[in-house]
Nanobody, 121 residues
Framework: VQLVESGGGLVQAGGSLRLSCGAS??????TGWFRQAPGKEREFVAA????????YYTDSVKGRFTISRDNAKNTVYLQMDSLKPEDTAVYYC?????????????????WGQGTQVTVSS
């Protein structure tokens, strides 16, 4: 399975972006978004179960980011509102077959190449 992120870019603080994660084939994998800022470790952002029934967020993005999916389009989205400069990072989507600990990157089986999000102050 190949994952391809898109939708990143440069936006002013307070603005919005919507990231997309497209899969190369029909999958019903649990999917997460992670991010990595320069000089920092990769961190969990959000996750959604394969059928969209449950979502999970790290505290710093709750109320601002929304993860969703359209399985008919093999795509998972991350709507990011009220963006802050500290949201600046490369954002990666990842997919896994199993349930488990959503914030552990090592549990994910497939990763995309990442898309850059830059929020200016």
């Amino acid at each position: 399975v190949q994952l391809v992120e898109s939708g990143g870019g440069l936006v002013q603080a307070g603005g919005s972006l919507r990231l997309s994660c497209g899969a190369s084939e029909r999958t019903y994998y649990n999917t997460g978004w992670f991010r990595q800022a320069p000089g920092k470790e990769r961190e969990f952002v959000a996750a959604i179960t394969w059928n969209g029934s449950s979502t999970y967020y790290t505290d710093s993005v709750k109320g601002r980011f929304t993860i969703s999916r359209d399985n008919a389009k093999n795509t998972v989205y991350l709507q990011m509102d009220s963006l802050k400069p500290e949201d600046t990072a490369v954002y990666y989507c990842a997919a896994k077959r199993m349930f488990g600990t959503w914030y552990l990157g090592r549990e994910y089986d497939y990763w995309g190449q990442g898309t850059q999000v830059t929020v200016s102050s």
